[in-house]
């Protein structure tokens, strides 16, 4: 036997071997080596596809460019997947798409130019991945529901002062219409403003609850933390108030916009903010206040802070801080700790704490300004 062909039965049991499929293209996209693997991936066998262009193998958009992302790179080098790892849509004899890791890189030092691709099917990765992330959503949305229920005394007060100013608006304009002197129509339209505004202002404490409340898809935009600790505050205040705590805003006129989703935030905000509350009570002194901040840190990040001025931390606290299931709180989960963290995190953020100056924690988190990429520290 030859030794060339030898070399090359030799060459194609070793491809024939390999777990991944490994296709070898020309410089012009038709395939010259399709392996075993390959074979079970797309459903083809090697003497159907040799010869043919390899965008056959593709889907949608890149089978239309493939040609071009070629060209491009022979004249140019200028790489779009060549040499780059990534995941791309891969498409099945039967026509079925499914997501797939790729590697292509060029064989060196042959004539005419080839080139070689290794695949693996990441369908069943990319399942579990889905599965976390709804799963992940679910716990983020029940720890909602759960801090809710722990506020409940709180909004429900919220919510029943404007609707006993409304009642008491009412009785009035009733007594007002039935004087048989008639009514003094200024009074009158007060009372209607005030009934206008009380309604205004429960509907607002209500229409904040069902968003936060509300199980949806997480959706990343445009936000403006001034706003999303002024909207916070009005969740929150009850529940200080209901705890004797004074809450106090400190937030910059001007920050830049963030990109997240602003019901996740207010989750982390009212979780830290509550913890401070807890905090606040549990240690008895002449500072029963929480204090939620929005500004710009030193390295230009926005940084929300909640401050408190209760016990601190104990060095093992400290140290299990962010660990699952650990809490200073006899009824408390161990969880919102570790949710806030994680949702800090998806959005190239930080959340960390420091020591409060005269006693206390300050939690904080940091996120990237619109269109700030976050730097290779963060975590």
Known sequence: MPEALRA?????AVLDAAVEAVILIDENGVIETFNRSAERLFGWTAAEVLGKNVSLLMEGAHHASHDGYLKRFLTTG???????GREVPARRRDGTVFPAML??????????????GFLHDITLRRQAEESARQSEARLNHFARLSTMGEMAAGLAHEINQPLTAIATFSQAASRMLARPEGIE??????A???????????????KRLRAFVKNREVRHERVDCRRLVEDS???????????????????????PEVTADPVQLQ????????NAIDATVATPGPRSEVVLSASLDDEGMVEVAVVD???GLSAEAAERLFHPFFTTKPSGTGLGLVISSSIIRAHNGRLAYRTTPGGGCTFFFTLPPLGVLPGADSH
């Open 8 to 12: 090359r039965l030799d060459l194609q």
């Open 78 to 84: 200028e790489a779009k997947i060549i040499g780059i």
């Open 103 to 116: 590697a292509v890189g060029e064989v060196q030092q042959s004539n005419p130019r080839r080139f070689v």
């Open 185 to 190: 129509r200024e009074d009158l339209n007060e």
């Open 192 to 206: 209607l403003d005030q009934i206008t505004a009380q309604a205004l202002r429960a509907g607002e404490v209500i």
């Open 233 to 255: 505050r009005l969740l929150l205040e009850a529940d200080a108030r209901s705890n004797n705590v004074r809450l106090r805003l400190e937030a910059a006129e001007s920050l």
């Open 267 to 274: 989750q982390v905000i009212i979780n830290l903010v509550r």
């Open 309 to 311: 001025h209760g016990h």
